[in-house]
């Protein structure tokens, strides 16, 4: 299966909107996302557009599409980017049909790759919600670092809840692609 990221491009945050917006119940509580927290579409738009337009190190947002066979099939994004320090990285696959298929691997490994050299990060860092086994399956295997369990608001659209922090240096991935 050819798999492949590509950078986000102005115009394309509705795939990205649509998804969150168009979530059914259960997989927004497998996210940890509070519905309630979820701004309009309008909003939302607003928020990504004016980010495109800001220097990359004073972005809010980076995301980055995952193709299979040249189509779009889910994203990764960071946010919270302290350019040259760290930043939290989010995995997402957009169909159910497509989930639990080990697409999550190789595409946040490129994508990592990606966030540590564009953001010129030190670390790398995601908090999945502790019941939600496949982004922490996916974690683990990509050589993250679990760091803590712990109960938190995780981002601006979460609930409170219990989180695994994981954790990637820039050290530890750089040994790690070199034994890949």
């Not at 940890?32 to 190190?57: M, Q, Y």
């Not at 995995?91 to 989930?99: K, N, Q």
């Not at 639990?100 to 790398?124: M, N, V």
């Amino acid at each position: 299966m050819d798999t492949g990221i590509r950078e986000m491009q102005p115009g394309e945050q509705e795939r990205v909107i649509d998804y969150f917006l168009n979530a059914g119940p259960d997989l927004l509580h497998d996210m940890g996302v509070d519905p309630d927290r979820l701004p309009d579409h309008k909003t939302w738009d607003a928020l990504i557009c004016d980010d495109f337009g800001a220097p990359l190190r004073q972005r809010k947002f980076y995301y980055l599409f995952w193709e299979v066979e040249g189509r779009a099939v889910g994203h990764s994004n960071i946010n919270k980017i302290v350019y040259g320090q760290e930043a939290y990285m989010h995995l997402h696959v957009w169909s159910g049909a497509l989930r639990r298929k080990g697409l999550g691997w190789p595409l946040a490994r490129q994508c990592i790759s990606r966030y540590f050299e564009r953001f010129a990060l030190r670390r790398l860092l995601c908090e999945p919600r502790a019941e939600n086994p496949g982004p922490n399956k996916t974690l683990k295997g990509l050589g993250f670092c679990l760091a803590r369990t712990y109960d938190t608001v995780p981002g601006w659209i979460n609930s409170r809840q219990t989180v695994n922090q994981w954790v990637m240096t820039r050290e530890d991935w750089a040994s790690r692609t070199i034994q890949a």
